[in-house]
């Protein structure tokens, strides 16, 4: 692997001027194309601390063997030059937008003596002028034959024309009017070539002029008596109001604009455009990206415009680009824009009204997009086959972890700790085994003292699931069975172990879990972390992680494996705050029911007012007595008879479920002047929510 400091140029040598550079591998092959307002600056980045780099980033400099550079005069000039480039070098680094299918599109062939209307697909032909893309081609078709019988222009392939030319006989389009058969010489080539226009005019959004001039036509062949043809341009009239509606209206200005929205992930980005023109969709288009190096959406924005835009004719560039997130050189890439088209070019976010509207549902259907890219790759069986023998590979394993375990804490600020256990089997989620965990206190925080404890959180669930997991794994004469329960026959909750056991975090998740295994006596159990920052995977003992490919259904499967730790810890996590912030610290005090505790709040207004009320004043409130006035007196902080502060016992008559929920422990005390919450469900004593925030 190449050192970048063997080919680190001297920074004396680069220039701070604009330019655009080039990483080249050992081989003299560009692995990676960029541009920079100062070169410098740019390029002295990525010879930076490796630990601080991107990985995919990192990555590349490793792969690269030696970088060059070319100083142009403007930005603009740089953003040209970087788009030629990776057309001509298609480097491997750098993000390419290619579609995840190919789109069709209306074309006319110009450069023909007698254009042709067609649908296509693939790369873009001089001469050709394109109407679309379109979502399917039987809706280009479905167009087409509404708009033949007004606009009646050839289709047919050249070997058909050509036949038809020597026989002296048309298709059956030319007889049933749906053509103008100039193979056959009806129409003169000037004659087809306007009618040709027509319909591109009407196609390019011209449609109100159109319906116009054929109803004032309509109008002159009645006043003349001809109805006969007044009849067709009244049937043409409708055909393309028929047409019309399936383009639907959006904007009322007759805006001509393209619409792009992004849905991304640290791997892959999906992005939507809607093309919009003359106030109508005329089009939709869509792509599956890799992510190759950490770029927010703006960086995004600007390739996405560089590459679809570059390659196409000025018509092809709108007025408007309207996107979630401009640039930093947003006034760059508009001066380029507006180069190719010749006219300006607006490129900015919208902030409200139909135009506000338009993007979020392209949003909407980039997130579709993306989410079932990720459900097909998830779906099949040779990508999930592949991911768990890389995952093997990579951890260095026997065999492919056809189990595995992720674990994930969530709390806020240290408050309603929980942890969450999801299983995957085969590479897919077996939600069926799905735990979840309150934590009992090991991983959470007295205020002032210190932060958060997740490792302390993670060693307790991991310790108490195997605690399960060995006596439920042996039977009542003491060997280790099968894990089946004797009477229903079916596998008990926590017999199975992984083959895989995943934490989310980095090396102290991973030191702690690896401590549990071993002070439980477990070695037959692989472990890894996945650390969110830079999705490295952390193996116990090891000083460095392990870095898999960006692009390695591997690291997109533990990817998964971890998010649904996330989701189903967090989902957990808030119904608990919930059911906290809705309990009240009246509902666990013994012998008060629903309807002495309405009294007693009916009475003094608030539960503050109730707390700073005596014992005599408690039981001024009708149906309340001594001991029950006490009782509340006590549990809400008050100072019992004799001026000593009256410890508050939580009574539970049974403990929760190891999997599903642990409060306090039967007899646990707390001081009677401490602020106590308490869980309608568990009887957990809480601690007040200090705000949303999650370690």
């Known amino acids: 692997m190449p ?30 194309v960029g541009k920079a307002k100062s070169l410098r600056q740019r390029l002295n980045s990525y010879f ?24 142009v005069g403007t930005e603009v000039e740089a953003l040209q030059l970087e788009y030629s480039w990776i057309k001509e070098y298609d480097p491997r680094f750098n993000v390419r937008y290619r579609d995840d299918k190919s789109y069709p599109s209306l074309a006319v062939t110009l450069y023909e003596d007698y254009p042709r209307l067609m649908v296509m697909r693939g790369a873009k032909r001089k001469g050709v002028r394109y109407f679309g893309p379109y979502a399917h081609a039987w809706a280009i078709r479905e167009t087409l034959d509404l708009l033949l019988r007004v606009f009646p222009a050839r289709t047919c392939s050249a070997g058909v024309f050509k036949r038809s030319n020597q026989i002296g006989r048309p298709c059956l389009l030319g007889y049933i009017g749906k053509c103008s058969a100039p193979c056959v010489g009806r129409v003169s080539a000037e004659e087809h070539r306007a009618i040709v226009e027509d319909f591109c005019d009407f196609m390019a959004g011209k449609t109100d002029q159109m319906i116009r001039r054929l109803e004032k036509e309509m109008r002159a062949a009645s006043d003349d008596l001809d109805f006969e043809r007044a009849a067709r341009l009244r049937d043409d009239i409708g055909a393309l109001r028929r047409a019309m509606e399936k383009q639907a209206v959006v904007f009322g200005d007759g805006t001509d604009a393209d619409v792009v929205a992004f849905a991304e992930d640290p791997l892959e980005a999906a992005v939507q455009v809607f093309h919009v023109r003359g106030g109508r969709v005329r089009g939709q288009r869509g792509w599956v990206t890799e992510k190759v190096s950490d770029v927010d959406t703006g960086e995004l924005v600007e390739q996405f415009c560089t590459q679809i835009y570059g390659g196409e004719s000025g018509e092809a560039v709108p007025r408007e680009v309207l996107v979630p997130q401009l640039p930093d050189d947003v006034s760059v890439l508009s001066s380029w824009l507006t180069e190719l088209r010749g006219a300006r070019v607006d490129l900015r976010v919208p902030q409200r009204g139909d135009k506000r509207t338009l993007l979020e549902t392209v949003q909407k259907n980039a997130a579709q997009a993306l989410m079932q890219h990720k459900l097909r790759r998830a779906g099949d069986l040779t990508v999930r086959s592949k991911a768990l023998s890389e995952i093997a590979d990579a951890l260095g394993l026997d065999d492919a972890p056809l189990r595995i375990e992720c674990y994930d804490i969530s709390h806020v600020q240290g408050t309603d700790v929980v942890g969450s256990m999801v299983v995957f089997e085969d590479g897919v ?7 979840r965990f309150a934590v009992r206190g090991e991983g959470t925080v007295v205020e002032g003292e210190r932060g958060p404890d997740d ?19 042996r039977t009542e004469d003491g060997p280790v069975g099968e894990g089946i329960d004797p009477e229903t026959g079916k596998p ?32 037959d159990i692989a472990l890894c972390g996945l650390a969110k920052r830079l999705e490295e995977v952390w193996l116990p003992g090891e000083d460095y992680p392990v870095i898999l490919p960006r692009s390695s259904e591997g690291l997109y499967l533990l990817q998964r494996v971890r998010d649904e730790a996330h989701r189903f810890a967090i989902t957990y996590h808030r119904q608990k705050r919930s059911k906290r912030m809705t309990a009240s610290a009246l509902d666990s005090i013994p012998g008060l029911g629903e309807t002495r505790r309405k009294a007693l709040l009916k009475h003094f207004g608030s539960l503050k007012k109730l707390r700073q009320a005596s014992v005599e004043d408690i039981t001024d409130v009708p149906g309340i007595g001594l001991h029950t006035a006490q009782a509340v007196h006590s549990a809400l902080g008050g100072v019992a008879a004799n001026g000593v502060s009256a410890p508050a016992t939580v009574d539970q008559s049974s403990t929760p479920d190891e999997g599903e929920s642990a409060g306090v422990e039967p007899g646990d005390e707390f001081s009677a002047g401490d602020a106590v919450a308490f869980d309608a469900a568990t009887g957990e004593v809480l601690e007040p929510d200090a705000g949303e925030g999650r370690q």
């Open 492 to 523: 008990k909750k926590f017999a199975y172990a992984p083959n895989l056991l995943v934490v989310d975090g980095g090396a102290p998740q991973v030191s702690a879990a690896a401590n549990v295994l071993t002070d439980m006596g477990i070695t």
């Open 455 to 473: 490792t302390a959180a993670m060693a307790e669930v991991l310790r108490r699931r195997f605690t399960r997991y060995l006596s439920e794994r």
């Open 48 to 71: 930076a601390d490796p630990a601080g780099l991107h990985p995919r980033t990192y990555q590349m400099v490793t792969t690269a063997a030696s970088v060059d550079w070319v100083v």
């Open 429 to 435: 989620p077996r939600k069926s085994e799905y735990r």
């Open 3 to 32: 050192d970048p400091s063997t080919y680190r140029p001297a920074t004396g040598t680069i220039p701070e001027s604009p330019g655009v550079y080039r990483f080249r591998d050992q081989t003299g092959r560009v692995v990676y």
